[in-house]
């Protein structure tokens, strides 16, 4: 099983309002990625947890909040987001040290109106 | 940041022909992944590969991580329709994180 899977799979927010992504895997994998990916382009990385720890912050602004609550999930906390935050939003493993094959979720397609 | 350059940047071929394209980077890298992706869904991992000068297969796929760990290529032989999409390498520099780079992807569309 080399799944991960994302909810929702479609997010319609308002500027003002609080919403989460969430993201799961169930491979053992101890690193979990953020990516966000415009249209036409590669995915970029937002945040990376290893072993349920924040290890890398992209320098992504603070409306962007992440959360790894064990090592099988990971949260993506949203807050006064802005239209050009509209994106597909992708969540990924790994085994984590010495890195490995990442595995992406189907991604969750956000539009911020 | 660090940067990988993938070409062609899209490729328009007929069914049955075979395809390459490839990545290069300055930096050496310990990883080379390639992945397929469809339009609004994740990147799906088509070959890994770790070692300087591996070659591997995966079906009509095959891919090789370059000697001096600095390049990858990737081929696919006899496309067909369903081969259609973006295709990206990524990759972890060596005594870096477990960041993964992606190169800006290789559009692909094969005629029936």
């Known amino acids: 099983d080399t799944e991960v899977t994302q909810t929702p799979k479609h997010l319609v927010m308002g500027m003002t309002n609080k919403k989460s992504l969430k993201c799961e895997q169930h491979?053992?994998?101890?690193?979990m990625y953020w990516y966000k990916q415009k249209a036409k382009k590669p995915p970029e990385l937002m945040f990376v947890?290893?072993?349920?720890?924040?290890?890398i912050n992209e320098s992504v602004p603070s409306r962007f909040s992440p959360e790894c609550p064990n090592s099988s999930l990971l949260n993506l906390h949203l807050h006064a987001l802005q239209p050009e935050d509209s994106a597909l939003y992708l969540c990924?493993?790994?085994?984590?040290?010495?890195?490995?094959?990442?595995?992406f979720g189907q991604g969750t397609r956000l539009t911020v109106v | 940041g660090q940067q990988l350059n993938q070409s062609p940047q899209s490729m328009f071929i007929q069914e049955g022909e075979d395809v390459s394209m490839n990545c290069t980077s300055s930096s050496i890298f310990n990883t080379w992944l390639w992945y397929k992706q469809d339009p609004g869904e994740g990147p799906v991992l088509l070959i890994a590969l770790y070692k300087a000068g591996e070659l591997t297969s995966n079906g009509r796929l095959t891919a090789q991580f370059g000697i001096t760990r600095k390049d990858s290529f990737l081929n696919i032989s006899a496309s067909i329709p369903s081969d259609v999409g973006i295709y990206f390498c990524?990759?972890?520099?060596?005594?870096?994180?477990?960041?993964?780079?992606f190169g800006k992807g290789t559009k692909l569309t094969v005629n029936p």
């Open positions: 491979m053992g994998h101890r690193a």
């Open positions: 990524a990759g972890q520099i060596q005594g870096g994180s477990e960041k993964l780079v």
């Open positions: 947890y290893s072993y349920e720890k924040l290890s």
């Open positions: 990924a493993s790994s085994a984590g040290q010495g890195f490995g094959e990442a595995f």
